[in-house]
């Protein structure tokens, strides 16, 4: 089974700065690769699928790069409504998916 | 508007069985491969199982394979886990996701989820 494994786990941060989170993939993925947002209590909402393109709906502040086994989630300029936890998911051939461990960004 | 809508959850003892639903609005139910994902508390996300468009194609995790199983009736725009042998471990949060497949596949609609309690 492919294993995904972001990093880091949580960091702080602030209003105002670049964040980034990294996920990395046991076997190369292309770029079948998702990203998601949750806030506590609430449904996972998608955020970036194909490894770089924005679901309709999510702010430009947000992007995706990577092919292969790296990919990276990129908050240009984060905002109060963006401190929540982000997942990475690969969905390589539609046999068996995985989610990363997720990635909590919190106040500091 | 694309609605997803789990119920059936809630607490059941070590070995039995639950099955949970999900009532689908909004869209041509038929046409979309469909998709479990659960939640333990306090933990990450973690897929479960997959249904293709007409039910002839199931995937399962290694943890629930023989005991779960992923269904669903297009007559109805529904979609249905039945879980047997639960597990504490089960123990989770379990959301359905509508999937979208192309060249990419990934899950763009979920529903609020259902909290299932494996316990004694």
């Known amino acids: 089974d492919i294993q995904m494994t972001q990093s880091p786990s949580s960091l702080s941060a602030s209003v105002g700065d670049r964040v980034t989170v990294t996920c990395r993939a046991s076997?190369?993925?292309?770029?079948?690769l998702s990203w998601y947002q949750q806030k506590p209590g609430k449904a996972p909402k998608l955020l970036i699928y194909?490894?770089?393109s924005l679901q309709s709906g999510v702010p430009s502040r947000f992007s995706g790069s990577g092919s292969g086994t790296d990919f990276t989630l990129t908050i240009s300029s984060l905002q109060l409504e963006d401190f929540a936890t982000y997942y990475c998911?690969?969905?390589?051939?539609?046999?068996?998916?995985?989610f990363g461990q997720g990635t909590k960004v919190e106040f500091k | 508007e694309v609605q997803l809508v789990e119920s059936g959850g809630g607490l059941v003892q070590p070995g039995g069985p639950l099955r949970l639903s999900c009532a689908a609005s909004?869209?041509?139910?038929?046409?979309?491969?469909m998709s479990w994902v659960r939640q333990a508390p306090g933990k990450g996300l973690e897929w479960v199982a997959n249904i293709n468009q007409d039910g002839s194609a199931e995937s399962y995790v290694d943890s629930v394979k023989g005991r779960f199983t992923i269904s669903r009736d297009n007559a109805k725009n529904s979609l249905y886990l039945q879980m047997n042998s639960l597990r504490a471990e089960d123990t989770a949060v379990y959301y359905c996701?509508?999937?979208?497949?192309?060249?990419?596949?990934?899950?763009?609609?979920w529903g609020q989820g259902t909290l299932v309690t494996v316990s004694s």
């Open positions: 909004g869209f041509t139910f038929s046409s979309y491969w």
């Open positions: 996701a509508r999937i979208r497949m192309g060249t990419i596949y990934y899950l763009d609609y």
């Open positions: 194909g490894a770089l």
């Open positions: 998911q690969q969905t390589y051939g539609s046999r068996t998916w995985t």
């Open positions: 076997q190369s993925i292309s770029t079948y």
